[in-house]
């Protein structure tokens, strides 16, 4: 995120965004063709921690972040070998 955060709301709006589409090109597979486990691990924590609200233990919350980054990783793994249409 931005270090910095601007009070206008399109300003502001417009930093998340950014700071989404740049978490979005995270790339969950290495060169030749196999996962990046440790990013995989780095998102699955980063997701949890997002889930403080929530009063799930920290077991669980990464056993759903882990789920839906693998998810990610598959598919982005898919369409790199032409399985999945971009």
């Known amino acids: 995120m931005a270090l910095r955060r601007s009070t206008n709301w399109s300003s502001a709006m417009r930093d998340l965004r950014n700071d989404r589409q740049q978490r ?3 790339s ?3 060169a030749d063709g196999s996962f990046a ?3 995989i691990m780095r998102e699955a924590v980063r ?3 997002q889930l403080v609200g ?3 233990p920290w077991a669980r919350r ?3 972040t882990l789920k839906g ?3 990610i990783a598959m598919r982005a ?3 790199a070998h032409g399985l999945l249409a971009a």
């Open 24 to 26: 979005a090109s995270i």
């Open 28 to 30: 969950f597979v290495c």
């Open 37 to 39: 486990l440790s990013a």
């Open 47 to 49: 997701r949890a921690r």
């Open 54 to 56: 929530s009063r799930l």
């Open 62 to 64: 990464m056993a759903i």
């Open 69 to 71: 980054v693998w998810t």
């Open 77 to 79: 793994a898919a369409q």
